[in-house]
Structures are given as C-alpha cells and as structure tokens.
C-alpha cells in the first residue's frame, strides 16, 4: 500500500498521522518501506502486517512530553507541570484522548505561551538602552520613523552580540526626538 493508503490504514486502526510524520518514522527506522516502479514513478510500498504492528506499538506506547516542542535545549521541561506520562495518540492528535487530558494540555499550552504584560513607560525610563519596540514604545515615534532614523545615522544603535538585537540608548533617543523638535 502506498503512503496515502498507510495513512488511512493507521486511522482506521486509531492513529491519526499526517504523510510527514510517516516519512519521519521510516527515516528513523521505525518503520520499513519498499520502493516499486509505479505508473509516474517510484511509490511507496508498506507491508499491511508490520503497519498494524506498528500502530499496536504506537497504541501502548507512552511518552515524557514537554510543554513545547520548542525548548531550551536541555531536554528538561519548560515548567515543572509540563512532564506528563501522554499516550502516544495524544501526540499524533488521536481521537480517544479524554477530554480532560486535552483540557490540560490546553491549559499547560496557554500557560506556557503566555507573555509577560509589557514594560510601562516608568520602567523603559530606567533602562539605559532600548530595543527598537521598547523605543517605539517610549518615545511614541512610529517604528518606521525610528528605523529610517537609524538607516540615516541619525540614531546611532548598538548590537547585543553578533547577531543580536539592535538597541537604542536612551540618551539618544532623547536626544533625536529633541533635535527633531
């Protein structure tokens, strides 16, 4: 059976999996696949038996999550909470998952992605250097208009590392909204 077929398999066995996914299990060997010659080209051929194995497996199978994908790079998890034992159809979107495994999920999510309330305008006073947002945002010039300014050499910035963010001093900014006057 080809890939698309494979997919329909896995679904109809109570595992949701996009083509991606499949393609990345058989690049880590989870999974084997032979090649023929079909009518416009070479396609995918999964052996129905190791694909009901493997959904079997992908079944039973449990997983330490982390709250994002995206993390830090130590492999530990972005919040103490966020470990959490999930059964492998949690992770492919799987249409048994409790409601309140979801709600959870949800919840970690939300937590994890929510941002801090912006710096007030007392707070960027204190700082002695400025990103362009926080400049934007304490002087009441529009980012473009900052931007430009920088471009021509009006506003000189400085970077935080090699390829870090450009930053203002504040002096500076003052001092160009004052010269603008």
Same mark, same amino acid.
């Given at each position: 059976?080809?890939?698309?077929? !494979?997919? /329909? ?6 595992v ?21 010659? %079909?009518?416009?080209? /070479?396609?995918?051929? $999964? ?5 009901? %194995? $493997? !959904? ?14 995206? /993390? ?6 972005? +919040? ?16 048994? +998952?409790?409601? !309140? ?46 931007e430009?300014?920088?471009?021509? %050499? ?10 870090? !963010? ?16």
């Amino acid at each position: 059976m080809n890939k698309i077929e !494979a997919i /329909d398999f896995l679904k109809s066995a109570g595992v949701e999996m996009s083509v991606r996914t499949l393609q990345r299990h058989v690049s880590k060997g989870d999974l084997s696949v032979a090649y023929v010659r %079909g009518p416009k080209g /070479d396609e995918a051929d $999964f052996d129905g038996e190791e694909l009901r %194995g $493997f !959904a079997a497996r992908l079944m039973n199978k449990t997983y330490v999550t982390r709250a994002s994908s995206h /993390d830090n790079g130590s492999g530990a998890p972005a +919040t103490p909470s966020a470990a959490a034992e999930v059964p492998a159809l949690m992770l492919t979107g799987g249409a048994r +998952t409790s409601g !309140a495994l979801v709600e959870l999920l949800a919840a970690i999510e939300a937590a994890r992605t929510a941002s801090p309330p912006p710096a007030t305008i007392s707070d960027l006073a204190h700082k002695l250097r400025l990103t362009v947002a926080e400049a934007v945002r304490y002087s009441g010039l529009s980012r473009g208009e900052i931007e430009r300014a920088m471009a021509a %050499g009006k506003l000189p910035t400085e970077r935080r590392g090699p390829h870090g !963010a450009r930053v203002i001093r504040r002096s500076d900014l003052e001092s160009y909204e004052k010269r603008k006057v």
